[in-house]
């Protein structure tokens, strides 16, 4: 059906269909016509152009990570590139393969003594991260995943495969750092490597909810060195035996950070996150185990709802909007997290990229997750509406695109700012002027032929 295509292709009642079109957000559930499982880069070109040429709905999958669940459509066609998984280490860079999950290439590179920053949760796509940013433990010291992108092989809708590069098709590579899956499918990453010591000093502090552990937090995020990584989560404590019996299933704050400096400079920069902690669980730590440290939270299935924001720097007001916000979960799954930006992100220059919020001191993640996938949810997505307009006055402006759930063109252009936003919109339309790659946090061409 598929001219020149040989990977497997699936339709709705055959075997492993209903298992290709399942996503992360449990709360997802579409039945596309056609899933194409790719095995290179011939078989993506023959996908897309059969995609085109019928005018179906085309869907990008790499991890199926999407918090909206982008990676899947009703109707159309999903463009799955889940089976290309290859990693080439050559020296300091990596060649990785669309369909790569973190843990996989961590896995591969941590044997080196190296890695790309990534995520926080092991089982997300390298291909959806770097595309839309890429933030994680190693940020601070190396820069975002998109940061470290040096070259990609792209399929643009026309199926034409470019090799983009600093040399070649540079206005795509910034467009490919930080703006999504707008302009083309990326069969091939390559990516710069950086030294990280095996193991490294991290953990995790558990607290009571209380404003006194945050303000601890925030006061050494304010001078902490590049090496230090940090993030702030307010959850409730799972009922699991290494949580303290007095704190399972109560809210708590939990301090985490991971520092790739000295192990006993790490001890000492991480004392105040520690003082009182009922559960301190830092010390020597492969990077892998850090990187998954947070599976557990957000296994695929649950469904989700997720609000995003900037923050500028965090004031004791914010404080205590933090702490009321995790008073009010409705749910035991819920997750208000806080990512501390600044270092070598803030140290790139905000138009080199179409990663835009470079000055933003932290990021906001307002997670309302439950488990019951048949449920709308409405309580859960509730509170995090009400949670994110009450932090919404420390707003740097504008959200992670990566953490946009489906909130409409504006927030997608909040995300961006006026002028990469404007950027963007010139070069979607020189590399996708009818919206073939639609099914995303959308920048229109100047002329949008196609629905959105």
């Not at 998984?85 to 990785?96: A, C, D, F, H, L």
């Not at 920053?117 to 770097?130: F, M, N, Q, R, Y």
């Not at 010291?141 to 600093?166: F, I, Q």
Request: hydrophobic share 40%; with cysteine; charged share 20%.
């Amino acid at each position: 059906m598929f001219e020149g295509f040989t990977g497997l292709l699936l339709r709705p009642g055959d075997d492993g269909y209903d298992e290709a079109r399942r996503v992360w957000n449990g709360a997802v559930d579409r039945r596309p016509a056609f899933v194409a499982r790719c095995l290179s880069t011939a078989d993506v070109v023959a996908a897309i152009r059969f995609g085109v040429r019928h005018g179906l709905t085309i869907a990008v999958r790499g991890g199926g990570h999407s918090i909206p669940g982008h990676s899947v459509c009703e109707g159309g066609l999903v463009v799955d590139l889940s089976p290309m998984k290859s990693i080439r280490v050559e020296g300091r860079v990596v060649q990785v393969g669309p369909g790569v999950l973190w843990r996989e290439l961590d896995a591969v590179t941590e044997a080196h003594g190296l890695a790309v920053p990534g995520g926080e949760i092991s089982d997300t796509g390298v291909a959806g991260l770097t595309l839309g940013g890429g933030i994680g433990w190693l940020s601070r010291k190396y820069g975002l995943a998109c940061d470290n992108l040096v070259a990609a092989r792209v399929v643009t809708a026309d199926g034409t495969v470019l090799d983009v590069s600093e040399d070649d098709h540079a206005d795509l590579l910034w467009g490919l750092r930080g703006g999504g899956g707008n302009f083309g499918v990326v069969t091939r990453f390559t990516f710069r490597l950086n030294p990280i010591p095996v193991p490294l000093f991290a953990g995790m502090a558990m607290h009571p909810l209380d404003r006194e552990p945050l303000r601890a937090f925030f006061d050494l995020a304010a001078h902490a060195p590049d090496d230090l990584g940090l993030n702030a989560a307010l959850i409730t404590a799972p009922p699991e035996p290494f949580v303290p019996a007095e704190l399972r299933g109560r809210p708590v704050v939990v301090l985490a950070a991971g520092y790739l400096g000295p192990y006993g400079e790490g001890v000492e920069l991480t004392r105040t996150l520690r003082e009182g902690a009922h559960l301190d669980t830092f010390g020597a730590l492969r990077y892998t185990a850090l990187q998954s440290m947070a599976d557990a939270a957000t296994p695929p299935g649950l469904a989700a709802h997720v609000r995003s924001e900037w923050l500028g720097p965090m004031s004791g007001d914010a404080v205590d909007a933090l702490v009321e916000a995790a008073e009010r979960m409705t749910s035991p799954l819920n997750q208000t997290l806080v990512r501390i930006m600044g270092g070598a992100i803030a140290r790139v220059p905000p138009d080199s990229t179409a990663f835009r919020f470079r000055e933003a001191a932290a990021m906001l993640t307002l997670a309302a997750l439950w488990s019951d996938s048949s449920d709308d949810g409405e309580p859960h997505r509730a509170w995090a509406r009400s949670a994110w307009t009450a932090l919404r006055p420390w707003s740097a402006g504008g959200a992670y695109v990566n953490h946009l759930d489906d909130e409409g063109r504006a927030r997608v252009r909040e995300a961006y700012g006026t002028e990469t936003w404007a950027k963007l919109v010139d070069l979607k339309t020189r590399y996708d002027p009818t919206n073939v790659f639609h099914h995303n946090n959308n920048v229109p061409p100047r002329r949008t032929q196609r629905p959105e």
